[in-house]
Nanobody, 121 residues
Framework: QVQLVESGGGLVRAGGSLRLSCAAS????????MGWYRQAPGKQRELVAT????????NYADSVKGRFTISRDDAQDTIDLQMSGLTPEDTAVYYC??????????????WGQGTQVTVSS
């Protein structure tokens, strides 16, 4: 079994910062990429940021560029999302996402349960 467990969500005022973390656990033989998506009420889930394990290259949604930073700890199979300059538009459930080789030796996509981020004005 593989699990992605998020932590670090919460309530913050506009302009503030939060740091989200995601830890992958279980039988994992390799990780191609990990990232964060978010879903606001009444909206579709959208990509926030991705990081690739091969070269640590990153990809960000235009709406978060310059404000959010994704990073990873290869030894711990964890990623963080440092969020600053938060606005009410960043309010959403944030989901950790990973593409990895699991116990079956197949590459599969996994999702965490999500963590709520609420930004008050």
């Amino acid at each position: 079994q593989v699990q992605l467990v998020e932590s670090g969500g919460g309530l913050v005022r506009a302009g503030g910062s939060l740091r989200l973390s995601c830890a992958a656990s279980g039988t994992i033989f390799g990780i191609s990429w990990m990232g964060w998506y978010r879903q606001a009420p009444g909206k579709q889930r959208e990509l926030v940021a991705t990081i690739y394990t091969s070269d640590d290259s990153t990809n960000y949604a235009d709406s978060v560029k310059g404000r959010f930073t994704i990073s990873r700890d290869d030894a711990q199979d964890t990623i963080d999302l440092q969020m600053s300059g938060l606005t009410p538009e960043d309010t959403a459930v944030y989901y950790c996402n990973a593409y990895l080789k699991d116990w079956s030796h197949r590459w599969r996509e996994y999702w965490g349960q999500g963590t709520q981020v609420t930004v008050s004005s």
